[in-house]
């Protein structure tokens, strides 16, 4: 089987973690697509990619064999940016969070479906060693049903700069909830994706425009820039399958560190995928657990699941799922129909911050 080919639109800072991905699964990256040209040419040099384009038009009127590509825009392109890829007939490998809302993830979808193309986001939490190993444990029955979980990614000093695409609502689709959307997709995935019913949340902005609170990544400020979003959110989710799910997302708020974990109390155990972080936002200070939680003999057992470091936290090894799903060598790790049930969900928090009330999930 010849490899398959990928474009990068959007030469974001993924790209140091899709491209190796696609590379070790056999995959080719041909060419990178920004609209700052400049951009994909130094990230072009960087990863030794030999084609740039100014638009990803460009690229698939230079690339007619093209496979694939895989987006790394802010939000409020990956709608456009996905849809003209799958008119091209591309898969395509979108980053988080899919779109701005389920009205967009929905039209992917069906774009998806009616050209017959795979398209995948990066959830790459799902990808982390501890997810897989959890995963193997939850399949084979050790677990047993899921009745509750809790999700959280939780910052103490973590807000992406001010005034940039991060912090404007319109670029970004919101703050915390849909930013860090990752363990909630986790918890739903470990609970076998169930209908979301009720959402009842509510979103806090105290802190959105404290300097002190900013997260140690760099990213600069826009002199002049909205910042008109959420600083943290808290929900509760119902399923129509009788499970629920506690929700906590925060950029700033007064918690002791940075945690990003989902807990969950199944019918034969109970478990914890957790990453903790001794400097907010830095992946090299964190260190991450996976436990299960039983009772076996008339004693509490807990059990430490013990599996590699993946300080990258999956982000290499979803891009690698997609490209081996494309040969059918792997079954992919997501699916559009599961995006749209959690942006949902992401939907109804808004929602329901706004109203006051619970939101019914249709
Ligand atoms: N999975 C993760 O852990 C993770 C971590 C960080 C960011 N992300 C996601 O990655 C995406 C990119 O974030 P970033 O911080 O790298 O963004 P960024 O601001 O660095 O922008 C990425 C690039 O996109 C280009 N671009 C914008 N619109 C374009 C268009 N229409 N066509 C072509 N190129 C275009 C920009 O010129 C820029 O070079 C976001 O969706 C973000 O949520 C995911």
């Known amino acids: 089987m010849i490899a398959a080919t990928i474009g990068i639109v959007g030469a974001g800072g993924m790209a140091s973690y899709h491209i190796p ?13 920004d609209q700052n040209h400049e951009a994909a040419k130094r990230a072009a040099q960087k990863y030794e990619v030999g084609k740039t384009f100014g638009t990803a038009a460009e690229m698939y009127q230079s690339l007619k064999d093209l496979d694939a590509v895989s987006v790394i825009t802010p939000n409020a392109f ?16 979108c980053e988080k969070p899919p779109g701005l809302n389920s009205k967009e993830v929905g039209e992917m979808a069906e774009a998806a479906k009616k050209s017959n193309k795979t398209l995948m986001f990066n959830f790459n939490n799902r990808a982390r060693p501890e ?11 050790a677990v047993g049903r899921i009745n509750s979980a809790q999700a959280s990614w939780i910052r103490r000093t973590g807000i992406p700069g001010f005034g940039g695409w991060f912090t404007n609502k319109k670029l970004s689709g919101g703050g915390p909830v849909i930013d860090l959307l990752h363990m909630i997709d986790l918890a739903l995935h470990f609970m076998d994706y169930p209908q979301p019913q009720y959402v009842l949340a509510q979103t806090f902005s105290d802190f959105i425009d404290r300097k002190e609170f900013k997260g140690p990544w760099g990213i600069p400020d826009v002199v002049g820039g909205i910042t008109d979003v959420e600083a943290a959110a808290h929900g509760f989710v119902t399923f129509k399958t009788g499970q629920v ?3 906590r997302n925060s950029w700033a708020e007064m918690n002791k560190r940075e945690e990003v974990s989902v807990v969950f109390q199944g019918q034969k155990a109970g478990g914890r995928v957790r990453r903790l972080f001794r400097v907010d936002g830095l992946d090299n200070t964190s260190f991450d657990r996976c436990e299960l939680y039983t009772q076996e003999n008339g004693n509490a057992v807990n059990h430490s699941i013990i599996v590699e470091a993946d300080e990258a936290m999956g982000r290499t090894r979803s891009a690698k799922n997609f490209a081996l799903a494309l040969e059918d060598k792997e079954a992919p790790l997501n699916t559009p129909d599961e995006a749209v049930k959690l942006m949902k969900i992401i939907d109804g928090i808004y ?12």
Do not use: C, D, W
């Not at 991905?21 to 697509?33: H, L, N, Q, T």
């Not at 929602?351 to 249709?362: K, L, N």
């Open 21 to 33: 991905g696609f590379r070790s699964a056999g995959a080719e990256v041909v060419a990178i697509a």
């Open 78 to 93: 990956h709608h456009p940016l996905v849809m003209e890829a799958l008119k091209n007939g591309k898969h395509v490998f």
């Open 131 to 141: 997810s897989y190993a959890m995963m193997k444990y939850i399949k084979g029955g």
């Open 245 to 247: 799910l506690s929700i």
């Open 351 to 362: 929602q329901s911050a706004q109203t006051g009330r619970p939101v019914e999930i249709q």
